[in-house]
């Protein structure tokens, strides 16, 4: 990924852009390479040192090293091939007229992975190791500094061509669930893994349960790191039993769940845990589109006394450059600079690559989105026209959020596939009856997923878990708690209580059931015979009629039937009996009827009464 990611390009740059783009689309002499970059292949040579390759002039360079040393020299390095099989020669991408212009299609990217786990666990332990990690110093020289997020690489232990696999990983910098919360309920999916941190002295703890919901409720694969394994208590066993209850089956008893013990304070099986990670991130065959404008997500943001505002931002898709005008939410700019996580001047960062930008026009909010545009007119254009939806929203409450009263119309529109729950209840025991009933009512249209249950009140984590998630809270026999509802109001979060069971599948299922397409029924009312016609002064047509049977009713539709034809169909206006209008004629009686628009009414018509009615729907 380097090779579309230049980890340090310099900070001379003086024919822009356009001058420093360079193709290597094969391996390369040390006198080639050496030539292509405009240097002194002695250069080269000192360059390669720093990666730990010595080479003579003759010797070959891999596209990922010459990708790098032309980075290091201030190039954009462009390759057909992703770094995974950079050392294959690619078909060879057209030459890049403009720095937009870029090889399409979709290439490999680095996974995102955020770490999770009980406090105290040792999440940021883990994390600064990864950090020092000696492979990570090696492939990118020096210790990162604290963006919100960092890259790193992983050794997966596979060689080619008689050197190392280098896997590169992003981790999100910030442990637990509340930055990725945050994240998500913006609508970022920031992540691709999350690492699941278990001190294996402590066992399964409540925040343990709690970044399980949110892993699975952001459909994350899971790996499990059991930790503190140097501790003379360690249990590493009881960690995986108990996991179990919670879903989660290890491979080690059948499942399908990586677990790697490790000692994130020693280091000890950290390697492993990063080799896991590659494999699990190349199953999941993350690519992106390094070309195009760039989409990504900020991970945090501040106000820098001397630089103004700064954030980093998670680049999605795309690549972003220095120099691009960008909108971030309602704010917008230009990007004035741009480092990565060693504090490197760059000047391009492509897909799942951290970086800090400034030039912004205000702080941002973690989570919120960044888009780079062709202009900084379009930038504040559309800044502007986002503040003013925003506005929209905040008079209209949280318009994205779901309820009861909306879901009908939501999922008409196709917004909502899946309804996401979380049940809270007095004891397990209506819980589980609570969730049985709601998970039946799934169907093909609308999938009722529970991202949570638990017995005890509603609180603000399970607000944040539906914040995120985009879910409706269903409270049992159980209580709010004072500041999950002030959470609740302020995310726009429904949250609904309920102290009868069928009260509860009520509200699901009548919710669902708007949701399908109405289906409506012709039901007979009754007919009557016309056994005379008279003329009002008007005009029109008035039929005397009998009913025969049932009843005719003002509103009902009506079919006029002469013989076997079908003369007539409308609706039934008006209905009198003697001189009296009347709602409904039953059988045996005389009555008057008239239908707008028809006056031609012959004795011996018969006049078919009939009613509309709603299908009720089986989910
Ligand atoms: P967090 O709250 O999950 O981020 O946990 P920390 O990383 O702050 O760790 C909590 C405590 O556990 C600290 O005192 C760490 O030094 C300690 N700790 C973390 N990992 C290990 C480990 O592998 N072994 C031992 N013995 N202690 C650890």
Do not use: W
Request: aromatic share 4%.
């Amino acid at each position: 990924m380097s090779l579309l990611t230049p980890t340090a390009p310099g900070s001379s740059n003086p024919g822009g852009d356009e001058e420093k783009l360079i193709e290597i689309n094969g391996p390369l002499t040390v006198s080639d390479l050496a030539t292509k970059l405009g240097i002194r292949p002695q250069d080269v040579q000192r360059e390669l040192m720093n990666f730990g390759v010595l080479a003579n002039l003759t010797a070959q360079v891999s596209v990922d090293h010459a990708a790098k040393v032309a980075e290091k020299r201030g190039f954009i390095a462009i390759t057909a091939t992703p770094a995974k099989a950079a050392t294959t020669a690619g078909k060879g991408a057209p030459a890049a007229p403009g720095k937009k212009a870029r090889p399409t299609g979709p290439t490999p990217r680095p996974p995102v992975i955020v770490i999770m786990g009980h406090v105290d666990h040792g999440k940021t332990t883990l994390l600064d190791t990864i950090r020092r990690s000696k492979v990570a110093e090696a492939e990118f020289g020096g210790i990162t500094q604290h963006i919100g997020a960092f890259q790193t690489a992983a050794d997966t232990g596979e060689e080619r061509d008689g050197k190392k696999v280098l896997r590169r990983l992003t981790f999100l910098d910030t442990p637990g669930h509340a930055a990725f919360t945050r994240m998500r309920s913006r609508g970022s999916s920031a992540a691709d893994i999350a690492v699941l941190v278990v001190a294996a002295n402590d066992g399964v703890m409540p925040q343990t349960v709690e970044a399980i919901d949110h892993a699975k409720a952001a459909k994350l694969p899971i790996v499990i790191a059991v930790n503190k394994i140097d501790l003379a208590e360690a249990d590493p066993n009881r960690v995986l039993t108990d996991l179990t209850q919670h879903g989660i089956v290890v491979e080690d008893f059948g499942g399908d769940v990586a677990a790697i013990q490790i000692s994130a304070k020693s280091g000890l099986g950290v390697d492993d845990l990063l080799a896991r990670l590659a494999l699990e991130a190349d199953i999941l065959e993350l690519s992106a589109d390094a070309n195009g404008p760039a989409e990504g997500v900020i991970l945090e943001a501040r106000l820098d006394t001397g630089k103004g505002p700064v954030a980093t931002v998670m680049v999605e898709s795309g690549s972003l450059f220095a120099g691009d005008s960008v909108v971030v939410g309602k704010l917008y700019g230009k990007i004035k600079a741009m480092s990565d996580d060693r504090g490197q001047k760059i000047n391009r960062a492509g897909p799942a690559t951290p970086v800090e930008i400034l030039g912004l026009s205000g702080v941002p909010s973690a989570g919120d989105r960044l888009e780079s545009v062709e202009s900084d007119k379009e930038a504040r254009h559309l800044a502007a026209e986002r503040a003013a939806d925003d506005r929209e929203m905040r008079l209209g409450g949280h318009a994205g959020r779901i309820d009861f009263a909306s879901l009908f119309e939501k999922i008409q529109r196709g917004d909502v596939k899946e309804l996401n729950l979380i049940i809270k209840a007095d004891v397990q025991g209506s819980l589980e009856a609570v969730q049985d009933s709601l998970e039946k009512l799934s169907t093909a249209e609308v999938r009722v997923r529970i991202l949570r249950t638990a017995v005890g009140a509603v609180g603000e984590n399970d607000i944040l878990l539906a914040s995120a998630s985009n879910a409706i809270v269903i409270g049992f026999n159980v209580k709010v708690d004072p500041a999950a509802a002030r959470v609740a109001r302020d995310e726009g979060i429904e949250v609904e209580t309920f102290k009868i069971i069928y009260e509860v599948i009520d509200a699901v299922e009548n919710s669902m059931r708007g949701l399908l397409t109405p289906i409506y029924r012709e039901v007979k009312t009754g007919h009557a015979e016309v056994r005379a016609t008279f003329k009002l002064p008007n005009n029109n047509i008035v039929a005397g009629c009998y009913v025969q049977e049932g009843i005719v009713r003002r509103g009902c539709g009506v079919r006029v039937h002469r013989g076997k034809e079908v003369v007539f169909s409308g609706n039934l206006d008006s209905l009198r009996h003697v001189k009296e209008n009347v709602k409904e004629m039953a059988t045996g009686y005389e009555c008057g009827i008239i239908t707008d628009g028809y006056n031609g009414y012959v004795v011996g018509d018969i006049i078919e009464c009939f009613e509309m009615e709603r299908v009720h729907r089986e989910l």
